[in-house]
């Protein structure tokens, strides 16, 4: 099969194509035809830092953690899946786990699902990771009937998704973000937006919380952004964060009795522990997607085998709109 690979690792180093031999289905996997793959930010970070991170795969390395294919092989004890289905998930492309920027990949089916129906493969292939992410945080924060939820970072891969997972859970949803296009698609999925450059966290919290907070804020910006994100939240409030890798002073948190969330969605994959629930999480965005509950974002700029470098640099410069996407 072809296949991109990594022969070295840093910011620049360049995707070659290579001819591998096509995976076999072991126990518990599938074998995935894969018709695309989604770059993600940690994608990124694996290229350009490389054994400085854990979940780094040894060199040389194939990629690409999200996808969506047409399954051609089922291992044993497999159930629930046939070949022919169509499927998306999350299994590889960090550790030991093969990735998806090849023709095929040899996938836990416990990290799948069945391709939501309504959703072409390129968006199928945007969900996975970012779609997980969400639901984990949302889930765990407790977002449910009549809440009030703050995404912080509303326009972004993991936050546009966060949006709508939230109204889907019943919340009222604001989210923040930037510019005119940023504002633009947080409310039309069904959010107030808030321009962080204009507003104060004081001020649209007296203005859409009568002062008192929001009952949960989820923040997919992280970093020194957290400290927004306590101030927002109201006494005994929710935060869920994905970017926590940051020294910070938890004094608001104590006087406001914030529990504060962490959300990892790549443990089950880096410790086999708990694989399953990626599975039904995926099962359940499936279903939200065919009842016109939720629509990944996908970036216009289109990228295949030949152009796999500039698919990685479209997401690090900041210039993509959605979630970055190969089709192979």
């Not at 309504?118 to 945007?126: F, G, I």
Request: glycine share 12%.
């Amino acid at each position: 099969m072809k296949a991109m690979v990594l022969n070295d690792y840093g910011p620049d180093a360049p995707f070659e194509l290579v001819e591998m031999p096509e995976p076999v289905a072991t126990s518990g996997h599938v074998v995935v035809k894969v018709a695309a793959t989604s770059v993600n930010t940690v994608d990124t970070m694996i290229r350009s830092m490389g054994a400085d991170l854990p979940l780094s795969p040894n060199l040389p390395a194939v990629l690409g953690m999200d996808f969506a294919g047409t399954i051609t092989a089922v291992g044993e004890g497999v159930t629930g899946f046939s070949i022919g289905d169509e499927v998306y998930g999350c299994a590889g492309g960090m550790m030991d786990l093969p990735g998806s920027l090849a023709e095929y990949i040899n996938a836990d089916a416990r990290l799948i699902a069945h391709k939501p129906k309504t959703l072409s493969m390129r968006e199928a292939a945007a969900l996975p990771l970012v779609g997980i992410t969400a639901y984990e945080g949302l889930t765990r924060a407790g977002v449910g009937e009549g809440q009030t939820v703050l995404v912080q970072g509303g326009a972004g891969g993991v936050g546009h998704v966060a949006v709508q997972v939230a109204r889907h859970l019943g919340a009222t949803v604001s989210a923040t973000g930037r510019g005119a296009d940023q504002l633009a698609l947080i409310e039309g999925l069904g959010a107030r937006p808030l321009d962080f450059t204009t507003q104060k966290v004081e001020d649209y919290v007296a203005e859409h919380t009568d002062g008192v907070g929001f009952d949960v804020v989820f923040d997919s910006v992280g970093g020194p952004n957290m400290t927004n994100s306590f101030e927002a939240a109201k006494l005994n409030g929710q935060v869920a964060s994905t970017v926590a890798m940051v020294e910070i002073d938890l004094t608001p948190v104590h006087f406001k009795g914030l529990s504060l969330h962490v959300v990892f969605m790549l443990i089950p994959m880096m410790h086999d522990v708990g694989r399953q629930s990626h599975g039904d999480i995926l099962k359940t965005l499936a279903e939200m997607a065919d009842a016109g509950q939720l629509k990944p974002i996908v970036d216009e700029q289109r990228f295949g085998w030949t152009n796999v470098d500039a698919a990685y640099e479209h997401l690090t410069n900041g210039a993509a709109v959605g979630k970055v996407v190969v089709e192979l």
